[in-house]
T-cell receptor, first 112, second 119 residues
Framework: NAGVMQNPRHLVRRRGQEARLRCSPM?????VYWYRQLPEEGLKFMVY????????ESGMPKERFSAEFPKEGPSILRIQQVVRGDSAAYFC??????????FGPGTRLTVL | AQTVTQSQPEMSVQEAETVTLSCTYD???????LFWYKQPPSRQMILVIR??????QNATENRFSVNFQKAAKSFSLKISDSQLGDAAMYFC????????????????FGTGTRLKVLA
C-alpha cells in the first residue's frame, strides 16, 4: 500500500511565476490536509479538503493561494505570482475520515 | 485556541545515553491526541509515538517513551540508548479528538527541537 505521494519533490520558480504542488493521498483516504513549513519552524496548517470540497481554509493566505481536491486525481495546491517568502516545504497529509493523518515526503519550493 | 510549545531549540546527547525532549501544550479540551514526530534531513515526517489523552498509561515504542502529565499539560519524549540515527528535528503535535461534523482535525505543531547525537 503506497503512502502519500507528493510531486514534485523539489520545485524552483522565479518571482511572479506559478507553482503547482500535487498530492496523491493513500488509497481509500478521502481527507487531505496541506501544511507549510517555513525554514527553522514547525508545520503550520493551511487547508483541509474532502473530495470536491474545501472544508477549512483558515490557514491559507488570503491572496495568491488556492487548493482543490477533485473527484478524480490528486489534490493541487496552487500558488500564483510566487514571492521569495513563499519558499518553504509544503506537506500534504491524508486520512480516512477523522482518523490519524499520514504525511507525504513534502515538496520543497524555492523562489529565486 | 490550542498551542504547543517546545522550549529547547537544540539538545545534545552522547551515543548510548538517555535524553528527554520537553513539550507543553495549552487546550481547554479534555479529549485529544499528542504525537512526537521525527524529521531527518530528508524532511520526511516520521511518527515516533502517539498518546491518547484519555489513557493514563504512558505510551512506549521500543527505545522511545513519553511522560504524559495531563494536569500539567506536559508531554515529554524520552529516548533511551541514543543512536546516531536518532539525530534529527523532533516535533511535538496536538490534535483534537472530539468528533463533530465539519470539524477540522488539523495538527498543531511546536517549533521543534534539534537533537544531536555525539559519537
Amino acid at each position: 500500500n503506497a503512502g502519500v505521494m507528493q510531486n514534485p519533490r523539489h520545485l524552483v520558480r522565479r518571482r511572479g511565476q506559478e507553482a503547482r504542488l500535487r498530492c496523491s493521498p493513500m488509497k481509500g483516504h478521502s481527507h487531505v490536509y496541506w501544511y507549510r513549513q517555513l525554514p527553522e519552524e514547525g508545520l503550520k496548517f493551511m487547508v483541509y479538503l474532502q473530495k470536491e470540497n474545501i472544508i477549512d481554509e483558515s490557514g491559507m493566505p488570503k491572496e495568491r493561494f488556492s487548493a482543490e481536491f477533485p473527484k478524480e486525481g490528486p489534490s493541487i495546491l496552487r500558488i500564483q505570482q510566487v514571492v521569495r517568502g513563499d519558499s518553504a516545504a509544503y506537506f500534504c497529509a491524508s486520512s480516512i475520515g477523522y482518523n490519524e493523518q499520514f504525511f507525504g515526503p513534502g515538496t520543497r519550493l524555492t523562489v529565486l | 485556541a490550542q498551542t504547543v510549545t517546545q522550549s529547547q531549540p537544540e539538545m545534545s546527547v552522547q551515543e548510548a545515553e538517555t535524553v528527554t525532549l520537553s513539550c507543553t501544550y495549552d487546550t481547554s479540551e479534555s479529549d485529544y491526541y499528542l504525537f512526537w514526530y521525527k524529521q531527518p534531513p530528508s524532511r520526511q515526517m516520521i511518527l515516533v509515538i502517539r498518546q491518547e489523552a484519555y489513557k493514563q498509561q504512558n505510551a512506549t515504542e521500543n527505545r522511545f517513551s513519553v511522560n504524559f502529565q495531563k494536569a500539567a499539560k506536559s508531554f515529554s519524549l524520552k529516548i533511551s540508548d541514543s543512536q546516531l540515527g536518532d539525530a534529527a528535528m523532533y516535533f511535538c503535535a496536538y490534535r483534537s479528538a472530539k468528533e463533530e461534523l465539519g470539524r477540522t482535525y488539523k495538527y498543531i505543531f511546536g517549533t521543534g527541537t534539534r537533537l544531536k547525537v555525539l559519537a
